[in-house]
T-cell receptor
């Protein structure tokens, strides 16, 4: 079945470091891809999304490009801040469906 | 504007008790979803409503789980005769409609069964 695999955490970085969180997917068709973020004590929030191959989603300095050839949607940021500390989830949704299928989440810790 | 709200935020139940978890979606949102999130895992789909109609309950883990949305707004997830394996965070999300519309999530209800 359809699935999402993302890198295990926690990922610990210093402020202003570069970030990459890997996400790969398995799907029978052409899904939409999402990154959600969960800040401590808060609900999941959509961070960015891409709906077709080669689309780039971006928000709050984060970017991810939908790569069909490598079935990947890696999350990147050039310079992280302490306020980026959170759990990040990669997810997919098939065109014919409404269910989000999720990765296990990656906890990001940014130290000042 | 108001987001999705859930109550209670935390619930401790003794094994065998029944629990009811409430979700207030964003006003006007047609679609409502329930997910279960075990510790250290991503959410897993439980059930989906379009207005008051429960169109998909394929993710409900057993017949002890029951969800309703009688007037097409507030939804309740009920778990009967709770078991320890039911301990998880239960998330509610709503969206304008099904498909590629963004799902907005509530803060979740953390259920602990002792």
């Amino acid at each position: 079945g359809d699935s999402v695999t993302q890198m295990e955490g926690p990922v610990t970085l210093s402020e202003e470091a570069c970030l990459t969180i890997n996400c790969t997917y398995t799907a029978t068709g052409y899904p939409s891809l999402f990154w959600y973020v969960q800040y401590p004590g808060e609900g999941l929030q959509l961070l960015l999304k891409a709906t077709k191959a080669d689309d780039k989603g971006s928000n709050k300095g984060f970017e991810a490009t939908y790569r069909k050839e490598t079935t990947s949607f890696h999350l990147e940021k050039g310079s992280v801040q302490v306020s980026d500390s959170a759990v990040y989830f990669c997810a997919l949704m098939m065109d014919s469906n409404y269910q989000l299928i999720w990765g296990a989440g990656t906890k990001l810790i940014i130290k000042p | 504007g108001a987001g999705v709200s859930q109550s209670p935020r935390y619930k401790v139940a003794k094994r065998g008790q029944d629990v009811a978890l409430r979700c207030d979606p964003i006003s006007g949102h047609v679609s409502l979803f329930w997910y279960q999130q075990a510790l250290g895992q991503g959410p897993e789909f439980l059930t989906y409503f379009q207005n008051e109609a429960q169109l998909d309950k394929s993710g409900l883990p057993s017949d002890r789980f029951f969800a309703e949305r009688p007037e097409g707004s507030v939804s309740t997830l009920k778990i009967q005769r709770t078991q320890q394996e039911d301990s998880a965070v239960y998330l509610c999300a709503s969206s304008l409609d099904r498909g590629r519309y963004e799902q907005y999530f509530g803060p979740g209800t953390r259920l602990t069964v002792t």
